[in-house]
């Protein structure tokens, strides 16, 4: 028995043996009110608050367990492939934390360390916005079913031409919204679409249904709503209407959606701003392939500053790469995803915007698993999947917000784009009207289509 005693002793004197196990109170609040609560909480997208011990404790081990495998919080950029702003995610140290919390049966420790319950922001985040757009009537949404993506078109107060630095999407109904995204539409489309429907909504999932002249912002919960410098503030030209898009997720119960948008005003902007989309449209993916790669690249035709970037895809694929290749040899990696889920398609926006000089060039990755291991899979048996809008088919595309050193600079940087596209598009024996939506028209048709700034926001 001796020749154990120092261990007996060594381990006596650890820290860990004389630590009393974490607590509800000191401890794990902490954690889940900075990193839970803005979606686990009444009335919020989540399905069950997490604001008392009680919520918390009955769910202990679930939650240990998310928290591990770092499904929650939901945040799906990979950490050193880009550095974005508002990033939701937990230390090893609070991951371990929870852990031992759960192992010891939850305990909710002292009441005199109990932590006043959060104060939640009510109202517009960005301040009072200078033209709030609202949907006409409220969406109906059933009480269960599949989840229903439906676009519809804001009525404007204003007809003018206008600038905009801020735009706040604020859901009618939290329970139900899981993402939104706000087009621009110079076509018409959309209000003829919306016109025959009878809400005034129409069903749409991969895209508006038309080519959108723009992209305003995206939404998901927890999403944080930022302000533009006024140097590269987005137009929205007189006779543009605005289009949401919106993921609704049934509740269980027949529900109403009346959501809507909060814009802030700018000066003109001085910088341009444009939108690179990378994208593939070669896609072909056989029924039981575990394993799918698709490839695009383009060169950036001159120095732009990088400020955002939104990969898109539907069901099926699982990891997304996206990389800068620079002249001088460098990669730099713009966003990894290493299990891509449809319905946490975020809208990245880095810390600080990235100089990509003229040259570089964008090289995107995707890998799809059309086998019936594919959770996300919808076809059982799996069937042939090729590019398409719609929930059966697939998508590869990015969306990469920049800034150009003037506004000047926006039509040929379109021009040299399109030339891009279009030699891309060729050998596939697609014409451009086969572009994914998200393609500026202006860089479709040419210089005959209209000119305004490309003005798409990717915020997070
Ligand atoms: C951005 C919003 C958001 C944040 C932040 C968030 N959650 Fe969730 N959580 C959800 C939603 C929505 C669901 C329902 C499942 C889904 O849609 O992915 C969910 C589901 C869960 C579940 C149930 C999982 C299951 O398999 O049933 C647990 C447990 C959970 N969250 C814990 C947490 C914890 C712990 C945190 C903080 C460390 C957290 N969540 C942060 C939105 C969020």
């Given at each position: 028995m001796r020749r154990f005693a120092p261990f007996l002793l060594i381990s006596a004197l650890s820290p860990s043996a004389f630590s009393a196990p974490p607590t509800f109170n000191r401890d794990i609040a902490p954690i889940l009110y900075r990193h839970c609560t803005a979606c686990h909480r009444p009335g919020e997208v989540a399905p069950?608050?997490?604001?008392?011990?009680?919520?918390?404790?009955?769910?202990?081990?679930?939650?240990?367990?998310?928290t591990q495998a770092r499904i929650m919080p939901p945040w799906k950029a990979e950490p050193g492939h880009g550095d974005f702003a508002g990033e939701r995610r937990l230390t090893p140290v609070e991951i371990e934390r929870i852990q031992k919390w759960a192992r010891a049966g939850a305990p909710e420790g002292d009441p005199q360390h109990r932590l006043p319950l959060p104060a939640f922001p009510d109202g517009w985040q960005l301040g009072q916005p200078d033209e709030v757009l609202t949907m006409a009537s409220a969406v109906q949404l059933p009480p269960d079913g599949p989840d229903q993506f439906r676009c519809l078109v804001l009525p404007r107060n204003a007809v003018s031409d206008i600038f905009v630095r801020g735009v706040e999407f604020r859901p009618g109904n939290r329970r139900l919204v899981h993402h939104a995204l706000v087009f621009l539409d110079s076509s018409g489309t959309a209000r003829k679409l919306a016109a025959g429907s009878q809400d005034g909504s129409y069903a749409c999932f991969g895209g508006p249904g038309f080519r959108p002249a723009g992209m305003l912002a995206g939404w998901a919960p927890g999403a944080t709503p930022v302000l533009d410098p006024p140097d590269w503030a987005q137009a929205i030209p007189e006779g543009t209407d605005v289009v949401l898009q919106v993921h609704y997720h049934p509740t269980g119960k027949r529900e109403l959606d009346q959501s809507s948008l909060g814009l802030t005003y700018s000066t003109p902007p001085t910088k341009g701003r444009a939108a690179i989309t990378l994208f593939n449209r070669r896609i072909d993916i056989l029924p039981g392939d575990p394993h799918y790669v698709v490839r695009a690249s383009v060169v950036v035709p001159r120095d732009v500053e990088l400020f955002g970037i939104a990969p898109h895809a539907h069901y099926l694929a699982t990891q997304m790469k996206v990389d800068a290749h620079l002249p001088d040899g460098t990669i730099t990696p713009l966003i990894w995803i290493r299990d891509w889920d449809f319905n946490w398609q975020g809208q990245y926006r880095y810390k600080q915007p990235l100089h990509l000089p003229k040259g570089t060039r964008l090289a995107l990755e995707y890998v799809y698993d059309n086998s019936k291991n594919n959770p996300h899979n919808s076809a059982d048996p799996p069937v042939r999947v090729t590019w398409g809008e719609e929930t059966r088919n697939e998508m590869a595309v990015a969306f990469l917000g920049v800034v150009l050193p003037s506004i000047a600079d926006v039509p040929s940087f379109r021009r040299e784009m399109r030339l891009q596209y279009l030699d891309s598009l060729l050998p596939t024996g697609f014409s451009p009207d086969d572009l994914p939506t998200g393609v500026?028209?202006?860089?479709?048709?040419?210089?005959?289509?209209?000119?305004t700034p490309r003005t798409r926001t990717v915020s997070k």
């Open positions: 069950f608050p997490l604001l008392t011990h009680r919520d918390a404790a009955k769910r202990a081990r679930l939650i240990a367990s998310v500026q028209p202006a860089a479709v048709k040419g210089p005959g289509g209209k000119s």
